[in-house]
Protein backbone atom coordinates (compact mmCIF):
# COMPACT_ATOMS: atom_id res chain seq x y z
CA UNK A 1 0.00 0.00 0.00
CA UNK A 2 2.98 2.34 0.13
CA UNK A 3 4.15 3.97 3.25
CA UNK A 4 1.55 6.55 4.00
CA UNK A 5 -0.80 3.21 4.51
CA UNK A 6 -2.87 5.01 7.29
CA UNK A 7 -3.92 7.96 5.00
CA UNK A 8 -4.81 4.77 2.18
CA UNK A 9 -6.93 2.96 4.93
CA UNK A 10 -8.38 6.20 6.21
CA UNK A 11 -9.44 7.14 2.02
CA UNK A 12 -10.58 3.73 1.77
CA UNK A 13 -12.80 3.94 4.60
CA UNK A 14 -14.57 6.99 3.60
CA UNK A 15 -15.24 5.82 -0.03
CA UNK A 16 -17.50 3.32 1.11
CA UNK A 17 -20.90 3.71 2.70
CA UNK A 18 -21.51 1.54 5.49
CA UNK A 19 -25.27 1.43 5.49
CA UNK A 20 -25.15 -1.73 7.26
CA UNK A 21 -22.87 -2.63 10.71
CA UNK A 22 -19.37 -3.39 9.66
CA UNK A 23 -16.81 -4.65 11.64
CA UNK A 24 -12.91 -3.83 10.54
CA UNK A 25 -10.13 -5.79 11.40
CA UNK A 26 -6.97 -4.41 11.60
CA UNK A 27 -3.28 -5.49 12.88
CA UNK A 28 -0.78 -3.82 13.96
CA UNK A 29 0.73 -0.71 11.72
CA UNK A 30 -2.71 0.69 11.56
CA UNK A 31 -2.08 2.02 15.36
CA UNK A 32 -2.47 5.71 15.72
CA UNK A 33 -4.94 7.92 17.80
CA UNK A 34 -5.98 9.28 14.26
CA UNK A 35 -6.98 6.32 12.96
CA UNK A 36 -8.73 5.29 16.13
CA UNK A 37 -10.62 8.33 16.44
CA UNK A 38 -12.06 8.16 12.59
CA UNK A 39 -13.21 4.61 13.00
CA UNK A 40 -14.92 5.93 16.40
CA UNK A 41 -16.37 8.71 14.47
CA UNK A 42 -18.15 6.80 11.73
CA UNK A 43 -21.72 5.78 11.81
CA UNK A 44 -22.15 1.75 11.52
CA UNK A 45 -18.15 0.78 11.50
CA UNK A 46 -17.05 -0.84 14.36
CA UNK A 47 -13.13 -1.68 14.61
CA UNK A 48 -10.96 -4.32 16.06
CA UNK A 49 -7.38 -3.23 16.15
CA UNK A 50 -4.39 -5.44 17.55
CA UNK A 51 -2.21 -2.67 19.34
CA UNK A 52 1.65 -3.50 20.82
CA UNK A 53 2.01 -4.64 24.45
CA UNK A 54 4.98 -3.33 26.62
CA UNK A 55 7.52 -0.18 26.19
CA UNK A 56 6.43 0.49 22.64
CA UNK A 57 2.68 0.12 23.45
CA UNK A 58 -0.14 3.43 23.71
CA UNK A 59 0.79 4.93 26.85
CA UNK A 60 -2.72 4.12 28.49
CA UNK A 61 -1.76 0.31 27.73
CA UNK A 62 1.37 0.57 29.24
CA UNK A 63 -0.27 0.80 32.94
CA UNK A 64 -2.31 -2.81 32.51
CA UNK A 65 -1.41 -5.81 34.03
CA UNK A 66 -0.08 -8.19 31.44
CA UNK A 67 -3.35 -10.29 31.55
CA UNK A 68 -6.96 -11.27 30.91
CA UNK A 69 -9.01 -8.70 30.84
CA UNK A 70 -11.29 -5.89 29.26
CA UNK A 71 -11.21 -2.43 30.70
CA UNK A 72 -13.02 0.52 29.17
CA UNK A 73 -10.28 3.13 26.91
CA UNK A 74 -10.95 6.84 27.41
CA UNK A 75 -7.77 9.02 26.67
CA UNK A 76 -7.96 12.80 25.88
CA UNK A 77 -5.59 14.03 22.47
CA UNK A 78 -4.26 17.39 22.51
CA UNK A 79 -1.89 18.98 19.73
CA UNK A 80 -0.62 21.94 22.14
CA UNK A 81 1.60 22.08 25.12
CA UNK A 82 -0.53 24.20 27.42
CA UNK A 83 -0.55 24.12 30.77
CA UNK A 84 -3.63 23.32 31.36
CA UNK A 85 -3.01 20.73 28.70
CA UNK A 86 -0.25 19.06 30.62
CA UNK A 87 -2.02 19.13 33.92
CA UNK A 88 -5.10 16.99 32.45
CA UNK A 89 -2.42 14.43 31.77
CA UNK A 90 -3.82 14.53 28.17
CA UNK A 91 -1.97 12.72 25.38
CA UNK A 92 0.27 15.22 22.98
CA UNK A 93 0.74 15.11 19.41
CA UNK A 94 3.20 16.77 17.66
CA UNK A 95 1.55 17.61 14.63
CA UNK A 96 4.20 20.34 13.33
CA UNK A 97 1.38 22.80 12.80
CA UNK A 98 2.99 25.94 14.26
CA UNK A 99 3.87 28.47 11.40
CA UNK A 100 7.59 29.84 11.42
CA UNK A 101 8.61 26.95 13.38
CA UNK A 102 11.42 24.78 12.15
CA UNK A 103 11.46 21.07 13.40
CA UNK A 104 14.37 19.13 13.86
CA UNK A 105 15.08 16.18 11.49
CA UNK A 106 14.89 13.73 14.83
CA UNK A 107 11.32 15.35 15.84
CA UNK A 108 8.39 13.07 15.20
CA UNK A 109 5.73 14.83 13.30
CA UNK A 110 2.36 12.91 13.58
CA UNK A 111 -1.51 13.37 11.75
CA UNK A 112 -4.48 14.00 13.65
CA UNK A 113 -7.41 15.49 11.78
CA UNK A 114 -9.86 16.48 14.76
CA UNK A 115 -10.15 19.56 16.71
CA UNK A 116 -8.49 19.30 19.95
CA UNK A 117 -8.48 18.24 22.82
CA UNK A 118 -10.61 15.42 21.27
CA UNK A 119 -11.83 12.94 23.48
CA UNK A 120 -11.62 8.64 22.48
CA UNK A 121 -13.90 6.36 24.10
CA UNK A 122 -13.39 2.43 23.13
CA UNK A 123 -12.12 -0.93 25.50
CA UNK A 124 -9.07 -2.17 25.84
CA UNK A 125 -9.03 -6.35 25.65
CA UNK A 126 -6.29 -8.57 26.48
CA UNK A 127 -6.53 -12.33 26.47
CA UNK A 128 -4.14 -15.56 26.91
CA UNK A 129 -3.25 -17.26 23.62
CA UNK A 130 -4.24 -21.09 24.78
CA UNK A 131 -1.89 -21.87 28.04
CA UNK A 132 1.30 -20.58 26.10
CA UNK A 133 1.64 -17.56 28.50
CA UNK A 134 1.46 -15.19 25.46
CA UNK A 135 -1.13 -12.41 25.16
CA UNK A 136 -2.35 -10.21 22.41
CA UNK A 137 -4.00 -6.88 23.12
CA UNK A 138 -7.39 -5.57 21.04
CA UNK A 139 -8.90 -1.96 21.03
CA UNK A 140 -12.42 -2.14 19.91
CA UNK A 141 -15.38 0.09 20.14
CA UNK A 142 -17.60 -3.17 19.89
CA UNK A 143 -20.26 -3.19 22.89
CA UNK A 144 -19.29 -5.25 25.85
CA UNK A 145 -22.31 -7.10 26.41
CA UNK A 146 -22.78 -8.56 22.68
CA UNK A 147 -19.31 -9.11 22.53
CA UNK A 148 -16.91 -10.52 25.36
CA UNK A 149 -13.84 -11.54 25.78
CA UNK A 150 -13.93 -14.88 24.22
CA UNK A 151 -16.06 -13.47 21.30
CA UNK A 152 -13.48 -10.95 20.61
CA UNK A 153 -10.51 -13.45 20.44
CA UNK A 154 -12.57 -15.47 17.78
CA UNK A 155 -13.15 -12.35 15.71
CA UNK A 156 -9.44 -11.39 15.83
CA UNK A 157 -8.55 -15.38 14.34
CA UNK A 158 -10.96 -14.52 11.43
CA UNK A 159 -8.10 -12.27 10.24
CA UNK A 160 -5.79 -15.33 9.69
CA UNK A 161 -7.96 -16.07 6.34
CA UNK A 162 -7.19 -12.51 5.09
CA UNK A 163 -3.21 -13.34 5.97
CA UNK A 164 -3.60 -16.37 3.90
CA UNK A 165 -5.54 -14.74 1.06
CA UNK A 166 -2.50 -11.66 0.79
CA UNK A 167 0.06 -14.94 1.11
CA UNK A 168 -1.72 -16.83 -1.83
CA UNK A 169 -1.47 -13.00 -3.67
CA UNK A 170 1.54 -11.93 -3.02
CA UNK A 171 3.68 -14.97 -3.30
CA UNK A 172 1.62 -17.90 -4.79
CA UNK A 173 0.90 -15.83 -8.01
CA UNK A 174 4.00 -13.54 -7.53
CA UNK A 175 2.12 -10.33 -7.36
CA UNK A 176 4.52 -8.77 -5.39
CA UNK A 177 7.05 -8.70 -8.69
CA UNK A 178 5.92 -6.41 -11.26
CA UNK A 179 7.42 -6.44 -14.39
CA UNK A 180 6.01 -3.17 -15.78
CA UNK A 181 7.92 0.59 -15.56
CA UNK A 182 4.94 2.89 -16.21
CA UNK A 183 1.88 3.23 -14.19
CA UNK A 184 -0.57 1.65 -16.83
CA UNK A 185 1.82 -1.67 -17.56
CA UNK A 186 2.10 -2.03 -14.04
CA UNK A 187 -1.80 -1.83 -13.48
CA UNK A 188 -2.56 -4.43 -16.54
CA UNK A 189 -0.07 -6.40 -15.02
CA UNK A 190 -1.70 -5.88 -12.01
CA UNK A 191 -5.82 -6.64 -13.17
CA UNK A 192 -3.92 -10.11 -14.96
CA UNK A 193 -2.58 -11.20 -11.78
CA UNK A 194 -5.76 -10.85 -9.69
CA UNK A 195 -7.76 -12.65 -12.62
CA UNK A 196 -5.65 -15.58 -13.05
CA UNK A 197 -5.70 -16.05 -8.98
CA UNK A 198 -9.65 -15.90 -9.14
CA UNK A 199 -9.43 -18.77 -11.77
CA UNK A 200 -7.05 -20.58 -9.77
CA UNK A 201 -9.21 -20.40 -7.10
CA UNK A 202 -12.61 -21.25 -9.07
CA UNK A 203 -10.59 -24.43 -10.62
CA UNK A 204 -9.46 -25.38 -6.97
CA UNK A 205 -12.83 -25.62 -5.53
CA UNK A 206 -13.96 -27.65 -8.49
CA UNK A 207 -11.53 -30.32 -7.88
CA UNK A 208 -12.67 -33.44 -5.77
CA UNK A 209 -10.67 -34.61 -3.03
CA UNK A 210 -11.32 -36.89 0.04
CA UNK A 211 -9.97 -37.35 3.25
CA UNK A 212 -6.72 -38.44 4.38
CA UNK A 213 -6.98 -41.84 4.79
CA UNK A 214 -7.00 -42.95 8.38
CA UNK A 215 -6.81 -39.74 10.05
CA UNK A 216 -9.50 -36.84 10.82
CA UNK A 217 -7.08 -34.49 8.44
CA UNK A 218 -8.24 -31.84 6.22
CA UNK A 219 -6.62 -32.43 2.94
CA UNK A 220 -5.98 -29.80 0.95
CA UNK A 221 -4.78 -28.71 -2.44
CA UNK A 222 -1.50 -26.91 -3.04
CA UNK A 223 -2.73 -23.37 -4.38
CA UNK A 224 1.31 -23.06 -5.47
CA UNK A 225 1.53 -26.49 -7.96
CA UNK A 226 -2.35 -25.47 -8.80
CA UNK A 227 -1.08 -22.15 -10.04
CA UNK A 228 1.89 -23.45 -11.97
CA UNK A 229 -0.36 -25.91 -13.70
CA UNK A 230 -3.22 -23.22 -14.80
CA UNK A 231 -0.33 -21.18 -15.87
CA UNK A 232 0.57 -24.26 -18.39
CA UNK A 233 -2.98 -24.79 -19.52
CA UNK A 234 -3.22 -21.28 -20.62
CA UNK A 235 -0.28 -21.94 -22.71
CA UNK A 236 -1.45 -24.52 -24.03
CA UNK A 237 -3.41 -24.48 -27.23
CA UNK A 238 -6.24 -27.31 -27.29
CA UNK A 239 -5.35 -28.33 -23.54
CA UNK A 240 -7.64 -30.72 -21.78
CA UNK A 241 -10.17 -28.97 -18.74
CA UNK A 242 -10.69 -32.68 -17.51
CA UNK A 243 -6.73 -33.47 -17.45
CA UNK A 244 -6.20 -29.94 -15.37
CA UNK A 245 -8.64 -31.13 -12.57
CA UNK A 246 -7.12 -34.61 -12.64
CA UNK A 247 -3.53 -33.18 -12.63
CA UNK A 248 -4.35 -30.93 -9.78
CA UNK A 249 -6.07 -32.91 -7.16
CA UNK A 250 -2.50 -35.02 -7.37
CA UNK A 251 -0.73 -32.04 -5.31
CA UNK A 252 -2.33 -32.11 -2.11
CA UNK A 253 -1.58 -31.91 1.68
CA UNK A 254 -2.66 -33.00 4.78
CA UNK A 255 -3.22 -30.20 7.20
CA UNK A 256 -3.28 -31.89 11.24
CA UNK A 257 -5.51 -30.29 13.19
CA UNK A 258 -4.21 -28.34 16.16
CA UNK A 259 -0.62 -28.29 15.17
CA UNK A 260 1.42 -25.08 15.48
CA UNK A 261 4.34 -23.69 16.64
CA UNK A 262 5.33 -22.07 19.93
CA UNK A 263 4.79 -18.28 19.04
CA UNK A 264 7.97 -16.70 19.95
CA UNK A 265 9.87 -19.22 18.83
CA UNK A 266 12.77 -18.95 15.53
CA UNK A 267 13.17 -21.81 13.63
CA UNK A 268 17.06 -21.80 12.71
CA UNK A 269 18.23 -21.95 9.17
CA UNK A 270 20.96 -23.65 7.63
CA UNK A 271 22.78 -22.50 5.43
CA UNK A 272 23.06 -23.57 1.85
CA UNK A 273 26.28 -23.39 0.15
CA UNK A 274 26.32 -21.15 -2.86
CA UNK A 275 27.79 -24.30 -5.43
CA UNK A 276 24.61 -25.87 -4.35
CA UNK A 277 22.42 -22.95 -5.20
CA UNK A 278 23.77 -22.47 -9.20
CA UNK A 279 23.32 -24.88 -11.73
CA UNK A 280 26.53 -25.75 -13.91
Known sequence: MGRDEQGQLLALIYRRKFT???ILVMDRGYESYNTI???CNIPNL???LRVKQGKAALRDIQRLPLETLDEPFSVTVTTSQRN??????WVYLNTGSRKGK???????VTRFDFLAPHTINCRVVRFEIGSSGHYETLLTNLPRDEFPVEEMEKIYSLRWRIEQGFDALKNKTELKFLHGRSDGCALQELYAKLTFFNFTSLICR???IG?????QNEVRISFKDATDLCRDFYRTPNASGEKLLQDISKYTYSNKKGRKAERGTLKPKTFVAFTYRTSA
Open 20 to 22: EPT
Open 37 to 39: AHC
Open 46 to 48: FFV
Open 84 to 89: IDKESG
Open 102 to 108: TLSEKTR
Open 206 to 208: AVA
Open 211 to 215: KSSGT
